[in-house]
């Protein structure tokens, strides 16, 4: 680090949604910005470095981490999909980066979890960190083994880690669920400074929402990291209670992780 500045930080998943907003928002937190997805990255601005990287290759991601300082996991499959499309980009790749970050000396990760490794607890329960997971489909099973690798590799290397369990970070919330665990973009960008200047973070994990008006979950375990939201969800409020109301049984009005908990099983590809 120079200053109040990484030299390199590394982006990964950074021609998805998330990404190309953080491609802007993180630039005044490091010298240079290496920006990595499979494709989709079009051309470097300023302090960019482009990166094209398939998570699945793990010399690939080892070259992919070189010289930088810090890491901000946000590659991977983003849907529920079946496991084996999981397994390649999810699973082998989180491993790769922490693999890579071990070998090439960068002690700081930022790793994009998810709520959907706590989605099958109901809407009528309070969580904090210490709640047991439990999973609401493959991604959302990828997303545990991401924060037990972090666990892993602080315990074992030293590499800190905030695993953020994303909750629906868009422009606006499209539903009434999405009302209780929205995270504005603004809010998810100093989740990440946070995550990265904060001192001796070890390994935490944080609930990522915004300052809405009724949430499911409790960040006081996360205390030390700072994290104070700005935005709230109830700006979209009337928007939201114009909608139909869903049927009782609903998974959106059920579950916390919504409609991924009744999407699969997904039948094998058979030639």
């Not at 690798?149 to 953020?164: N, V």
């Not at 969800?233 to 409609?259: C, F, H, L, N």
């Amino acid at each position: 680090m120079v200053g109040n500045k990484f030299e390199r930080i590394l982006l990964t998943g950074a021609a998805g949604g998330l990404g190309r907003v953080l491609r802007e928002t993180l630039k005044p937190m490091t010298r240079i910005l290496r920006l990595s997805d499979i494709q989709g990255l079009g051309k470097a601005g300023p302090s960019e470095e482009l990166c094209p990287c398939d998570l699945s290759d793990r010399q690939a991601v080892s070259d992919l981490v070189r010289d930088c300082d810090a890491i901000v996991h946000m590659g991977g499959v983003s849907v529920e999909r079946p496991f084996e499309e999981i397994l390649e980009a999810n699973i082998k790749g989180i491993f790769h980066i922490y693999e890579a970050a071990r070998e090439h000396g960068a002690r700081r990760v930022v790793f994009a979890s998810s709520n959907h490794a706590i989605g099958f607890y109901r809407q009528t329960e309070r969580l904090d960190a210490r709640a047991p997971t439990r999973p609401d489909g493959y991604y959302g099973l990828s997303k545990v083994y991401g924060e037990a690798m972090a666990s892993f590799y602080h315990d074992r290397y030293g590499i800190e880690t905030i695993s953020i369990r994303i909750g629906s970070c868009f422009p606006e919330p499209k539903d009434r669920r999405m009302m209780h665990i929205w995270l504005s973009a603004h809010d998810l960008t100093e989740l990440i400074r946070r995550g990265l200047f904060t001192p001796e973070i070890g390994h935490t994990i944080i609930f990522g929402m915004s300052d809405n008006k009724e949430t499911w979950w409790d960040n006081r375990l996360a205390a030390h990291i700072g994290f104070q939201a700005q935005d709230t969800s109830e700006a979209y409020r009337d928007m939201i209670e114009k909608q139909p109301m869903p049927a009782a049984d609903d998974p959106t009005m059920v579950y916390q992780g919504g409609a991924f908990t009744a999407q699969g099983p997904f039948e094998p590809v058979r030639k």
